[in-house]
């Protein structure tokens, strides 16, 4: 079992950053993949960026290229979502997962973390 647990997340203005730290616990974490997906209100929940255990291989959706970083510390059992210059519609709810590997494909994570918000106004 992997447990993971979510935070960070605030109200930002437009232009501004946020640090997503996701802390995961449990035995097996050791080899998990870890993705960031993301859900705004009305909307499916949608891939935002992964990394593979060894932080070798990322991804990234097309519209957080750029802005968006993601990376791990496995000493620490911690992965980061780094967001600068957010944009409005980057308002969502956003969840860490874990996966045996780096996919944007959210069906393959088997664990999921409960959720941080994240607010940018205009």
């Known amino acids: 079992q992997v447990q993971l647990v979510e935070s960070g997340g605030g109200l930002v203005q437009a232009g501004g950053s946020l640090r997503l730290s996701c802390a995961a616990s449990g035995r097996t974490f050791s080899g998990y993949a870890m993705g960031w997906f993301r859900q705004a209100p009305g909307k499916e929940r949608e891939f935002v960026a992964t990394i593979s255990w060894t932080g070798v291989i990322t991804y990234y959706a097309d519209s957080v290229k750029g802005r968006f970083t993601v990376s791990r510390d496995n000493a620490k059992n911690t992965v980061v979502l780094q967001m600068n210059s957010l944009k409005p519609e980057d308002t969502a709810v956003y969840y860490c997962?874990?996966?045996?590997?780096?996919?944007?494909?959210?069906?393959?994570?088997?664990?999921w973390g409960q959720g941080t918000q994240v607010t940018v106004s205009s």
């Open positions: 997962a874990a996966s045996l590997t780096p996919t944007k494909d959210q069906n393959v994570y088997n664990y």
